[in-house]
């Protein structure tokens, strides 16, 4: 098993999702959603996901380019997609896509695009592989992309 095996798997066990229903709490005065908890949603998701991938300590340290495509409506249904787009050493990058939908037809749009960076640190708070080097070198010998859920 090579380094970007061991990541594409990885990555596809990292994808998180969750779907939430838009209530009168959550909306603005226009009844859609605030861009703000749309915001901590997202970012919460996307830690879950980068968590998933690197099981290592990590903070958030930017969000780029959050496209508002299409508004969220009180009164829909929203499932926010996670998925790792890119590894570093030290960092990685998530995908969030937020999709709309009626709770009374059938059919979603996608509403909110946004990508979200963590870094890996230590006990001191400083950077660290997303990936150490020694769980690399356990999945390249037990040939898996999670030797610590394997049975021996």
Not at 3 to 15: P, T, Y
Not at 23 to 48: C, R, V, Y
Not at 58 to 87: M, N, R, Y
């Amino acid at each position: 098993m090579t380094l970007d095996e061991i990541i594409e798997q990885r990555k596809s066990l990292a994808i998180a999702r969750v779907t939430k229903a838009i209530f009168p709490d959550k909306t603005n005065h226009h009844d859609t959603l605030f861009g703000g908890t749309a915001l901590q949603w997202m970012d919460e998701i996307s830690f879950i996901s980068a968590t998933r991938f690197s099981r290592q300590r990590l903070v958030t340290v930017s969000s780029d380019k959050i496209d508002f495509k299409h508004p969220v409506p009180g009164g829909s249904v929203v499932e926010l997609i996670a998925q790792v787009s890119h590894v570093g050493r030290t960092s990685l990058k998530v995908q969030v896509d937020m999709y709309v939908e009626s709770m009374y037809q059938d059919g979603c749009e996608k509403a909110i695009t946004g990508y979200f960076s963590f870094v890996a640190i230590d006990e001191n708070k400083q950077p660290t592989p997303v990936l150490p080097q020694d769980f690399i070198d356990l999945c390249i010998a037990k040939n898996s992309a999670t030797p610590l859920n394997d049975n021996d």
